[in-house]
């Protein structure tokens, strides 16, 4: 219990600190958007994990920790300063858009069983999750490609780099820990894809 509300705690106060030194950036220069934008997904998902359902199992390896605190964390690390535009604002915006929606999406389908760390809190099949196992990832990968596309640079490309791999290593260890349940086994045989549709 204690670790639960201490991390809890923690993820409340780093996202706190973050979204202050992202509005003061876009109030320098309201006109980006996809700064705004990054602040709403990232409360947004740091939000739900604080009401989130203790479940019953969850892997607690050292691996799957730094996998998961360094996937959902990522955005401490984030150039904030306007980095090299490879497409409009708008563009991105457009992007960001459409991948919080869909996690949106993702999240209601969902409901309470949103963690941070691997975990069974139970198998879902409705909703986004007809279509690829992991749909919240997607919606991350969309909403992280816009932001990346108005605000590249050097700096961000390594943190979004690293992040869609540690992305990667945590759908994987979240895989192995469902994999126990017959019913998720069963859930896989007919949803093949886990978070890019066609792709992987």
């Known amino acids: 219990m204690l670790f639960e509300v201490t991390a809890r705690v923690c993820a409340a106060v780093m996202m706190g600190i973050f979204s202050y030194a992202a ?12 700064l705004l934008l990054l602040v709403v997904t ?11 359902r203790v479940p019953v199992r969850r892997d607690l390896t050292p691996f799957a920790y730094i996998c998961s605190m360094g996937a959902t964390y990522y955005f401490l690390a984030v150039q904030l300063r306007p980095g090299f535009q490879i497409v409009p604002e708008v563009v991105g915006a457009a992007f960001q858009v459409a991948g919080i929606s869909w996690q949106l999406f993702a999240k209601a389908s969902l409901r309470r069983s949103f963690g941070i760390l691997p975990a069974n ?12 196992r992991h749909p919240m990832y997607l919606g991350y990968f969309v909403e992280d490609i816009g ?11 390594l943190v979004f780099g ?3 791999a540690l992305q990667a290593c945590r759908i994987a ?3 192995r820990l469902l994999s126990d349940d017959a019913l998720y086994r069963a859930y ?11 792709l992987y």
């Open 121 to 132: 809190r139970g198998v879902v099949s409705t909703g986004a999750y007809r279509f690829v």
């Open 42 to 52: 990232q409360c947004f998902t740091v939000g739900l994990s604080l009401f989130a």
């Open 23 to 34: 509005i003061l950036h876009w109030l320098a220069d309201p006109g980006r958007v996809t």
């Open 188 to 198: 896989r045989m007919n949803v093949r894809y886990r978070a890019l549709p066609g």
């Open 162 to 164: 690293s992040q869609f």
């Open 147 to 157: 932001f990346l596309l108005s605000n590249f640079g050097i700096q961000n490309l």
């Open 173 to 175: 260890r979240e895989e």
